[in-house]
């Protein structure tokens, strides 16, 4: 992803922004390897200014993600913080089914008001 990120035309990404797009591509695939059955495709592509980063992750289970309710005992099993933090840090977030699976598309703003 910062191979990616450094080839960005519009010049460099802040370091803030570019440990929150580590964090969300880091979240969707832990997110698909814990609950999805596994990663089956993974694609990461710049728009054409360089302006927007979008990022798909498809796994194998066709049940959305969802957010763990407030007051569950996070104690007991850790977690439940990805997917809040996925929707806060990406620009844009879409759930879409896929062959035997789904794809989580989210995409991120690299340039001014990122």
Do not use: C, I, Q, Y
């Amino acid at each position: 992803m910062r191979d990616l990120l450094r080839t960005r035309a519009a010049g460099p990404v802040p370091p803030r922004v570019e440990d929150d797009v580590l964090l969300v591509v880091t979240e969707l695939v832990t997110n698909a390897v814990r609950h999805g059955g596994g990663v089956t495709a993974f694609h990461a592509e710049l728009d054409g200014d360089g302006g927007d980063l979008t990022v798909e992750v498809t796994d194998a289970s066709p049940a959305p993600p969802r957010t763990r309710p407030h007051g569950d005992d996070r104690a007991a099993a850790p977690g439940g913080f990805g997917w809040p933090l996925v929707r806060r840090l990406s620009h844009r977030v879409a759930v879409t089914p896929a062959p035997g699976g789904k794809t989580v598309r989210a995409v991120l703003r690299l340039g001014p008001g990122a």
